[in-house]
């Protein structure tokens, strides 16, 4: 017999005991209440066994019930998962490209390769100026916060403790930007006083954005172990880039005018370092996995934007544009398709002297516009002559984030597509050039991509959801 089992015949034993006490009067009523007392705290274990007992069946039941879930099924037809393309991005099948090409001065060593590419998003227009500046903005206010305001109900309630680099912004309470840079509290004003170079100037060299990157270990003699380092930049456009790139050329407006003038807000950014548009694309990412999955793909997993590999920026080129008509300007009868330089001294045949603007021509099969000229465009890649004998024929990428006190060799980095001031034969999308990966140049800017899984079911969002997108992705703080 259990030992259960003879617990509760105990218990009625003792039960039937105190039952006949209680029959029995006595003197004070003494042996009474304490007869009473024993059958109080004798039902309660009664009681307490019982809960023990159901407990103990009713796992046992769901425990029966629960191996049915791992019985064999066959597999059924699923309707594919679907997804909105992040605002401004548009859904890029997977498919194949040929890599490897003579470089422009002939020294690439580079043999052709076939590699395979799986999806992915990718921006249909260059990064646009107004585009940067939002990121330039989000830099500004975070500094002020953090570092000048320091005001505790700005930041997230669980981060209020914790060191300064550790805080987290709760952008809900502080109510926009012009909460406090336009406040007319002395306070405030005071406290930000520091972040003027002057008066209604900010001093630009303040803004800098602190983000991560998987690198290569210093201390690693293999070169295969990865891990993750902080890199910290300063984000502001070097807009002198109009006369360092032109000595002895009158482009006073462009420099003034270019980056900060809202006539200039739908041209391409430049001036913009490969790793400033790797922080923009980091940014990017905590934004959009943040705001627009939340609202239009709340199912979806988070994925990263970064700037596009060389092959993927290959492959996306390979097609040529639908129409080679310019977007809006056919009463100029211009015949030129994208904007380049037409030859000795010439620039404005195709309709502009410098940059046009991001949506100026007709995009290609993919709905990506400008991929040819415009502005050259910054890869992920790092630039090698024979890059093809490395890179591996699955998404391939090569990619080495040099240090400062790394050889000038080690920082180049793939720039791809031509740009306005280069002749026809160089927006070939198969002509591979490099630049610095500090450097910046008045025709350079970048796009963005993000991966994109094969089993997604792309689609458009409707007219509502679009505009909802673009407010989340293009005005949020």
Not at 199 to 209: E, G, P, R, V
Not at 225 to 244: A, G, M, R
Not at 339 to 360: C, F, H, I, W
């Amino acid at each position: 017999m259990s030992t259960i089992t003879l617990e509760a015949k105990r218990l009625r034993v003792a039960r039937q005991a105190a039952n006949v006490g209680k029959e029995t009067p006595a003197e004070g009523g003494k042996p009474q209440m304490r007869a009473d007392r024993q059958l109080v705290i004798l039902n309660f274990l009664e009681m307490k066994h019982i809960k023990v007992y159901t407990a103990v069946i009713a796992s046992l039941i769901l425990a029966s019930c629960s191996v049915s879930d791992y019985t064999y099924r066959a597999v059924k037809q699923r309707q594919s998962p679907k997804i909105y393309p992040p605002a401004g991005m548009v859904y890029i099948p997977a498919g194949a490209v040929m890599m490897g090409h003579s470089n422009i001065d002939e020294q690439d060593s580079s043999s052709m390769k076939k590699v395979s590419l799986s999806a992915f998003f990718m921006d249909k227009t260059e990064v646009s100026n107004a585009q940067y500046r939002q990121f330039i903005n989000w830099v500004r206010d975070s500094v002020a916060v953090t570092n000048y305001l320091k005001d505790k109900s700005f930041f997230q309630h669980n981060y209020v403790n914790n060191n300064s680099s550790e805080k987290r912004i709760n952008w809900a309470a502080i109510g926009g930007s012009q909460t406090f840079w336009k406040s007319t509290n002395s306070k405030i004003r005071e406290k930000l006083k520091p972040m003027y170079a002057s008066t209604n100037k900010l001093d630009n060299t303040l803004l800098n954005y602190e983000y991560k990157v998987l690198v290569s270990d210093p201390n690693d003699k293999t070169g295969r172990k990865k891990i993750i380092k902080k890199e910290v930049i300063n984000v502001w456009p070097d807009e002198t880039v109009w006369e360092k790139d032109f000595p002895n050329s009158q482009n006073e407006v462009m420099v003034t005018n270019y980056f900060t003038n809202p006539l200039f807000d739908d041209y391409p950014v430049v001036g913009v370092s490969w790793k400033q548009a790797r922080a923009f694309a980091s940014w990017r990412s905590k934004i959009s996995n943040k705001y627009t999955n939340k609202f239009i793909n709340p199912d979806i997993i988070t994925l990263p934007m970064d700037l596009p590999t060389e092959a993927q920026w290959a492959y996306v080129a390979s097609v040529i544009p639908e129409s080679p008509n310019k977007r809006g300007k056919s009463s100029l009868n211009i015949i030129h398709s994208v904007n380049y330089k037409q030859g000795e001294g010439t620039y404005s045949e195709d309709g502009y002297t410098y940059t046009s603007p991001v949506l100026a021509y007709s995009p290609n099969s993919y709905g990506l516009y400008n991929l040819a000229g415009n502005v050259s465009e910054w890869t992920l890649n790092t630039y090698t002559e024979n890059a093809t004998a490395f890179i591996h024929d699955l998404n391939p990428v090569l990619v080495y984030d040099a240090k400062d006190s790394d050889p000038e060799i080690k920082k180049r980095k793939v720039v791809k597509g031509g740009s306005w001031k280069d002749p026809y034969t160089l927006i070939s999308p198969t002509t591979r050039s490099s630049e610095f990966q500090d450097v910046a140049k008045s025709y350079i800017g970048f796009r963005c991509v993000m991966p994109a899984p094969d089993i997604m079911e792309v689609q458009q969002p409707q007219k509502s959801q679009k505009s909802k997108t673009k407010l989340i992705n293009l005005a949020i703080k």
